[in-house]
């Protein structure tokens, strides 16, 4: 659980990465920290991420899929079916998910 300051500071250093602004080391780092272990924060990262790679804000049925957090977090990924292991995609998975 967040406290109310932390989440203004970690939402506040989203907002810039989302506009593509500076944003410090320390800051980067901090906000890594907690998106490595909250699952929300981590949402708010890719969903930021993907905002400062579009350039724009997303409308239609991009903005959905950012807010339902389905599209990946960099856009010029691309799924090649020879080289991509099944297991690899799900790598990222909770552990009830994950194949191990």
Same mark, same amino acid.
């Given at each position: 659980?967040?406290?109310?300051?932390?989440?203004?500071?970690?939402?506040?250093?989203?907002?810039?990465?989302?506009?593509?602004?500076s944003v410090s080391l320390?800051?980067?780092?901090?906000?890594?920290? &907690?998106?490595?272990?909250?699952?929300?924060?981590?949402?708010?990262?890719?969903?930021?991420?993907?905002?400062?790679?579009?350039?724009?804000?997303?409308?239609?049925?991009?903005?959905?899929?950012?807010?339902?957090?389905?599209?990946?977090?960099?856009?010029?990924?691309?799924?090649?079916?020879?080289?991509?292991?099944?297991?690899?995609? &799900?790598?990222?998975?909770?552990?009830?998910?994950?194949?191990?």
């Open positions: 659980m967040l406290t109310t300051s932390t989440r203004l500071k970690l939402q506040s250093i989203l907002q810039r990465v989302a506009e593509g602004a320390s800051d980067r780092v901090y906000l890594q920290k &907690f998106a490595d272990r909250d699952r929300t924060v981590s949402s708010w990262l890719r969903r930021a991420r993907r905002q400062q790679l579009s350039g724009r804000p997303l409308e239609g049925l991009d903005s959905l899929l950012d807010a339902l957090d389905l599209c990946s977090a960099e856009p010029d990924q691309q799924h090649s079916p020879e080289a991509d292991d099944l297991g690899d995609w &799900f790598a990222g998975a909770d552990s009830w998910l994950r194949r191990d």
